[in-house]
């Protein structure tokens, strides 16, 4: 007999290896939705989280001033680098930064200037963390056509409902300029006690993410969808991009919405779909069924994008008097 044997060699066979792999890629699979998961859940709650602090910074406002500041102040004023466009005079975006720990912008910001003058666009195109949802795609967006350079944001007020979405959308009459007023009307101060549906029934504040890119129902904007586009909200730059023709920065007046609704596919004005069926001047998010929005009384909360349109409506107006139930 050979005294001389072969030792076994050690590892793994092809086989081995193959199987090892294989679970790997099993484990992988299995792990990578929850990771997913768990960081959208995440940039969710952080999102809600931005909300609450707008909400609280204006409450703060409110009880210095003795009122809600105005979703945006007179007069229009020519933007410097965008000849024969102008803009309005300032937002309460910029009236609140003391209260969201932007003294520095706030002091830095020269109030006798429009917010789009280019002495304060240095300002307007710093990036704000509480102004943008962290679960929009894309970083360091700013605005490429309106007031360039601009510093986007993801977050408006929602400052009435049309006519039309009443008259050519629910069927009912129109019931009034003061009763389709949001809780951050234009032009003039706020009062709580002007919110006579009730803090805690009345929206301030909603999601508006993803420009200065342009989003409806099924995704970016394309050429194939701008041509069924029936609106004016959107500009086209060339080359398949696309913007909103205004409102694509944080201090942006034009930033916040008066809302029109829109048809389900988001290509058309004056349907029934209320959120995530276009991002240009309507609420709008990067979270799966829904998007958040901050109420009068201070309180964030998500909405579902199948939302009865009457229910969202209702909930947009702060003096309509309608009766509204669980949302």
């Avoid at 710093?126 to 929009?136: D, G, H, L």
């Amino acid at each position: 007999m050979n005294k001389l044997k072969l030792k076994r060699q050690s590892g793994f066979t092809l086989i081995e290896l193959l199987v090892v792999i294989a679970i790997i890629a099993i484990l992988i699979a299995l792990l990578l939705p929850a990771v997913q998961q768990a960081r959208e859940a995440a940039r969710r709650s952080t999102c809600k989280n931005n909300l609450k602090q707008l909400g609280l910074a204006l409450h703060n406002y409110h009880d210095a001033h003795r009122a809600f500041p105005p979703s945006r102040l007179d007069p229009d004023v020519e933007i410097e680098d965008n000849t024969g466009n102008d803009s309005s005079y300032h937002s309460w975006t910029t009236m609140i930064l003391p209260y969201i720990d932007q003294g520095n912008i706030y002091n830095n910001m020269n109030y006798n200037a429009a917010w789009s003058a280019l002495i304060n666009r240095p300002m307007v195109s710093r990036q704000i963390p509480v102004f943008a949802c962290p679960s929009t795609p894309g970083d360091s967006r700013k605005d490429p056509h309106w007031v360039v350079g601009a510093a986007a944001g993801d977050y408006g007020s929602v400052n009435e409902i049309k006519k039309k979405v009443y008259t050519d959308v629910l069927g009912l009459a129109d019931p009034g300029g003061n009763a389709r007023a949001g809780a951050l009307a234009k032009y003039l101060p706020n009062k709580i006690r002007d919110i006579t549906d009730g803090a805690s029934n009345t929206i301030m504040l909603g999601e508006a993410a993803g420009q200065p890119n342009v989003y409806v129902a099924s995704g970016p904007m394309t050429p194939a969808l701008f041509a069924l586009y029936t609106d004016d909200k959107i500009v086209d730059l060339g080359g398949g991009t696309y913007a909103p023709a205004d409102g694509t920065g944080w201090a942006d007046p034009d930033c916040g919405f008066s809302i029109n609704g829109a048809t389900n596919d988001g290509l058309n004005k004056y349907g029934p779909k209320m959120i995530n069926a276009i991002n240009v001047s309507e609420a709008y998010s990067f979270h799966t069924g829904g998007a958040h929005f901050a109420f009068a009384d201070g309180s964030v909360h998500f909405l579902s994008e199948n939302i009865d349109t009457l229910m969202f409506v209702n909930l947009c107006t702060r003096a309509g008097g309608e009766v509204t139930g669980e949302f």
